[in-house]
């Protein structure tokens, strides 16, 4: 019984050890498990029964194991020290922080804010992106917190002036040993990373263009984009037609002007014009889009590309009321939601062809 019960201990700290690697997909399979038992010195029989015994076993040996054990959300949900102890408190006194001044400006019940716009903010502040996530995903585990089509809202109220975690952690006295998190944590790590095909980190261009922005000189402007791009995800095109639109040029003016730099430095062909060493102020999205399509065998944009720039273009015009009134001084057309869709659409094509033009001309690395 003793060593069933250091076999469940070991199981217990590797699926801990999850949550701190691959935050946004914490848990093992069972095969990651027993690869990871076999390791530490466990036979499969061994890993097998206390599984079974762990409760476990109804998830399916081929499923992921997405919770650690009752043990672990104590210790989570009370800010109970551990050690060796990974959290990063810095990142979760961020979120109390942050989460504390919505409550305290809208009210607990409008209290939320998308994931991704949380750890872009939380990474702009020097917190680790690793442990923002893994403090969002731990407070999800302790039912502080809860996550719906990627927008966190606390489940209970939270009280901007109350204590912040690292200061409840410090009034505890007794640390939680985790004996073997320091031995599992390398395997654990090694055996997740194997889980990649090749396939590159961000499939949606939005994503990985926000990944290139520290590359362009921009590292600055993430929060603006991720924000920018989770209010157009959660954007519906029948009852949003016109913010959809006007999110999605916005989208397109961004990527084309924070490659302006890096274009004129490579001397291919896009952005040449001298109206580009104006402030960038002065650069209209119509000039931006036209440029991009320059340059022969080196333009961002091929011409069906631009053609569809264009034309998401003179959509985002009616939300000026003087370019309406020339342009249809008997009213405006209604916008259609199949036009707001091919908005999104187009702002995803062009993202995804500076994407390609990034690849065939990289930035020097820093």
Sequence with gaps: MMHLQKVKKFIAE???????????????????????????GYREGEIGDAFVTMGLHSMGRGSKLLGPEQQTLITWK?????????????????VYTEFGELARNL????????????????????????GIEAAITILIF???????????????????????????????????PRDTRSQLMPIVKD???????????????????????????????????????????????QSASVSVCV?????????????VKHARSMQVGPFGSNNFERDPRTWRIDDLVSSAASGGRSSILDQAT??????LIQTRQRIHAGRMLSDHPAGVPDLRPEEARDAKQTSELVVRSV??????FPPDPK
């Design 355 to 360: 994407l390609d033009w990034l690849d065939r």
């Design 14 to 40: 590797a699926l801990e050890c999850s949550v701190f690697i691959r935050p946004r997909e914490p848990g093992l399979t069972f095969a990651e498990i027993k690869e990871i038992g076999d390791r530490g």
């Design 306 to 311: 631009r053609s569809r720039a264009d034309s």
């Design 142 to 176: 302790a039912e502080y917190m809860a996550e719906k089509d990627g927008v966190l809202r606390f489940a209970m109220p939270v009280n901007g002036n109350g204590p912040l975690p690292s200061e409840q952690m410090k009034a505890q006295r007794v640390a939680m």
């Design 247 to 259: 999110l999605a040029a916005a989208l397109v003016e961004g990527a084309l002007t924070f490659v």
């Design 107 to 130: 009210g607990q019940a409008k209290a939320q804010l998308e994931r991704d716009t949380l750890v872009s903010r939380a990474v702009s502040r020097g917190i680790s992106e690793t």
């Design 191 to 237: 055996v997740i990373s194997r889980r990649t095909d090749g396939r590159p980190r961000h499939a949606e261009p939005f994503d990985a263009f926000a990944a290139r922005l520290s590359s362009l000189g921009y590292a600055g402007f993430h929060t603006w984009w991720v924000q920018i791009v989770s209010e157009l995800k959660r954007s519906d095109v």
């Design 78 to 94: 009370f800010f109970l020290p551990e050690t060796p102890e990974y959290r990063d408190l810095e990142a979760f006194d961020f």
